[in-house]
């Protein structure tokens, strides 16, 4: 039988490396995508030792010319059935009112979680379709719905809520016209998730007051903070044919904080 692939953008992440582990479970080969070379090998390492097939390519996911490059990849390795679209962020530096959001900042960080899954969806759709099968998850977040209180482990918070909102529109509409094509886009939308020590969002959450902490970990009716597998299994499941009939979804994986 022909090898089944899971493409991941951004797998060198906590997160990343999470999704990566848990489709391998699955029993899917996973190409790792992501710009920063040594986190993404050590990560692939880890699949590999875990018994799951790994191969890793370096790229930019705001470069226009990297969702083709992934294709090409992708395809002369086997049949791609599924695509997370994990690449993303907030940006470099805390930005508290519209007025000190920046032009080019606010571009980066809408190409940073939007764009690229719009540009990779649009390069991995028509082989899906071809097959007549296809998984695709997108990441959004609970702050599609805003947050309220001080920057804390966001950076330019109000351009990652807007970009993370327009993925559940992007994710929606892109279900609907797929559906037919035994295509299903759905997206999870995690809140703070700390995945293992020396991960950025775990620095950052740590770097914070315990008053900052204690008042984030409030809202929460678990009373902690979510962690990387967590996250991984329900883009595990839905990826999973058990997953047949779930499609356009905006899944929070939040404690019940929404």
């Not at 022909?2 to 489709?23: H, K, N």
């Not at 080019?104 to 990779?120: C, G, I, P, Q, Y």
């Not at 994710?171 to 293992?196: H, R, W, Y």
Request: glycine share 10%.
């Amino acid at each position: 039988m022909e090898q089944r692939w899971a493409v991941v953008t951004g797998a060198a992440g906590g997160i990343g490396t999470a999704v990566c582990l848990q489709l391998a479970r699955q029993g899917l080969s996973v190409l790792m995508l992501d710009m920063q070379a040594a986190p993404l090998a050590a990560s692939a390492e880890r699949v590999r030792e875990a018994g799951g097939r790994a191969e890793t390519m370096v790229l930019d996911v705001l470069d226009p010319q990297a969702p083709a490059a992934a294709l090409a990849r992708a395809e002369a390795l086997g049949r791609v059935d599924v695509l997370v679209n994990l690449a993303g962020g907030s940006g470099p530096r805390p930005v508290r009112t519209i007025e000190e959001m920046e032009d080019e900042l606010w571009d980066h960080v809408m190409a940073l979680n939007l764009t690229s899954a719009f540009r990779f969806s649009r390069a991995f759709v028509p082989g899906m379709r071809a097959r007549g099968y296809g998984r695709i998850i997108n990441i959004s977040s609970t702050l599609a719905r805003g947050r309220k209180g001080p920057v804390t482990t966001q950076g330019a918070r109000l351009a990652y809520s807007t970009s993370k909102a327009a993925l559940l529109g992007f994710t929606a509409q892109l279900a609907k016209d797929e559906a037919p094509n035994g295509i299903t886009v759905n997206a999870v939308m995690p809140s703070l998730i700390l995945a293992e020590q020396g991960s950025r969002i775990r620095d950052r959450f740590e770097a914070l007051s315990a008053e900052h902490k204690a008042g984030m970990l409030r809202d929460f009716p678990t009373g902690r903070a979510g962690e990387a597998h967590e996250v991984a299994a329900v883009i595990g499941f839905l990826c999973s044919d058990a997953a047949s009939y779930v499609t356009g979804v905006g899944l929070p994986v939040d404690g019940g904080f929404l």
